[in-house]
């Protein structure tokens, strides 16, 4: 059975967000073959075991009265978006909390962990851009790429806006 498809994140096996698992959904109470590894917030103890299919329909954040991103970054768009985002959306695993991503007045796709080439790669409008987000100096930001690790610390994400494809790279540190 084919994963179902989240239009904010495109491929949360390869984000490491949804895992191959023979374990029972606690949701649905079947076993699909997948299990969801990011955040959940809810008060659920233990963290309930979900399933992609409940995360789309929605109905584990509505059974668990939780949600798998913080809705106050995405507070300036339109509440469907930010609805689909936090309650039907896979979220990822983060240092500190994850902050998703919006241009456009729309989300942003999460596309996982940034590749240190695409980070070297970065230079002129796209860099400065890149340091006016972030809040760094140009020798920062050279340290921070000379020592970046993928699933490191600091971790730099990838998130693509879906209208104009502009890459975003928040930075979090543990």
């Not at 509505?62 to 469907?80: C, M, N, T, V």
């Not at 994850?98 to 989300?107: I, L, P, R």
Request: with cysteine; proline share 7%.
């Amino acid at each position: 059975m084919p994963l179902p498809k989240f239009r904010y994140h495109p491929d949360p096996l390869a984000t490491g967000s949804i895992k191959p698992s023979t374990a029972v959904c606690d949701c649905c109470g079947e076993a699909r073959g997948f299990e969801y590894t990011a955040s959940f917030y809810t008060r659920q103890k233990p963290k309930p075991i979900l399933c992609p299919w409940c995360i789309e329909s929605g109905d584990a954040a509505r059974k668990y009265d939780g949600a798998f991103s913080d809705d106050y970054p995405l507070q300036d768009l339109a509440p469907e978006i930010v609805q689909e985002v936090c309650q039907r959306t896979p979220g990822y695993n983060s240092w500190q909390q994850e902050v998703w991503q919006s241009h456009c007045n729309d989300a942003c796709e999460f596309l996982g962990d940034a590749e240190l080439e695409e980070l070297r790669a970065l230079a002129g409008d796209d860099l400065a851009a890149q340091l006016k987000r972030s809040g760094m100096k140009d020798q920062h930001w050279t340290s921070l790429v000379a020592k970046y690790q993928k699933g490191g610390s600091p971790a730099v994400y990838k998130f693509a806006c879906r209208h104009c494809r502009t890459v975003i790279y928040p930075i979090d540190f543990s």
